[in-house]
């Protein structure tokens, strides 16, 4: 454990659930719940950074380092993966607790000699950007969507060209459900693994870790159905009152026709709703590039676009640096 020059906090870095102090926890991205989760995986191992005052955890923030390979292409590296900023106490300083947890894990990665660390999804743009920066940590801009449930049904944010797509959709028999048995759990998981099998920067995690989601009470999985066959599926997480969508891939090449993605994000928004969630966000959709397939598709069902940043950080100073001329702002 070590000393933090605040004076009474100390940072420690868990890898073993048993070894996980009494925490607060209202976000699943960092909660013990998910450190489990994790745990359990192959390929990967949880890192839960907590900051304690005389013994009590007043904040924690969890960090995944995840192996990634495939022989096509052929590549293999293991990269921390961080969603947000952590969780803290009321009342307790969060920018500087967050410098020293940043500066812990970041230390404890790259001595891991992971290929690169990835921080998203902070609370606000600005949230740590001068401790990201003395951490040697470069910004990329990113684009965020979020949609507002509670303002308005989230039938009159569609285009009538969108209403007519869904209403086809159900005529010709496509389903979404929530996955709730090991069956439609495997069809599920089949989707996914094809959908992400070409895609070299997006991760798929094990099969294990999507079955034990399921089983948890703040993660739901849909899958899209035409005659009895997946052609789509998402992952929801939802926490703190809001609703995150996680994963997504469909089998639209295959069945255009019956727009498998379409009527998989709807269904996820619908529940959603009816479920008095107030936000619905879509976690990853992607570089704020000009024009975007996957940003244009996702704004079609109403949602509001946000710029923000992604923090990313090589553990190999050269590389980094490299990197981050090409992103500099």
Not at 244 to 252: E, I, Q
Request: glycine fraction near 6%; proline fraction near 5%; charged fraction near 25%.
């Amino acid at each position: 454990m070590a000393n933090s020059p605040t004076g009474d906090i100390s940072i420690d870095i868990i890898t073993r659930s048993e070894k996980l102090p009494p925490m607060s926890s209202h976000n699943f991205f960092h909660s013990p719940e998910l450190f489990r989760i994790v745990e359990q995986t192959r390929g990967q191992t949880p890192y839960m950074v907590v900051a304690l005052r005389q013994g009590h955890a007043v904040a924690h923030m969890l960090a995944v380092l995840r192996r990634r390979g495939s022989l096509i292409p052929p590549y293999l590296f293991t990269q921390g993966r961080v969603y947000g900023e952590g969780e803290y106490d009321e009342g307790e300083p969060r920018e500087e607790l967050f410098r020293l947890m940043l500066h812990a894990i970041s230390r404890r990665l790259h001595r891991r000699l992971c290929f690169f660390i990835e921080f998203s999804d902070l609370s606000t743009k600005m949230f740590g950007y001068r401790h990201f920066r003395q951490q040697g940590y470069f910004p990329v801009h990113w684009m965020e969507i979020h949609n507002s449930l509670h303002s308005m049904p989230p039938e009159e944010r569609l285009t009538e060209k969108m209403l007519e797509r869904i209403r086809k959709g159900y005529e010709q028999g496509v389903v979404t459900k929530e996955v709730d048995d090991y069956d439609e759990f495997r069809d599920f998981y089949r989707v996914l693994k094809r959908f992400y099998a070409w895609k070299i920067r997006r991760f798929l995690p094990p099969e294990r870790q999507f079955f034990e989601l399921m089983k948890s009470d703040s993660c739901r999985l849909y899958i899209t159905q035409y005659k009895g066959k997946a052609i789509g599926g998402c992952v929801c997480i939802y926490t703190g009152g809001n609703a995150y969508l996680w994963y997504l891939a469909s089998r639209r090449k295959r069945h255009p026709l019956l727009h498998p993605d379409t009527m998989t994000v709807w269904n996820a928004l619908k529940e959603a709703h009816t479920d008095g969630i107030h936000h619905f966000y879509f976690m990853d959709v992607g570089l704020p590039f000009r024009r975007h397939t996957q940003r244009e598709f996702i704004l079609s069902f109403g949602g509001k676009p946000v710029g923000t940043y992604r923090w990313f950080n090589f553990t190999f100073g050269w590389l980094n640096k490299i990197v981050s001329w090409f992103y500099r702002e």
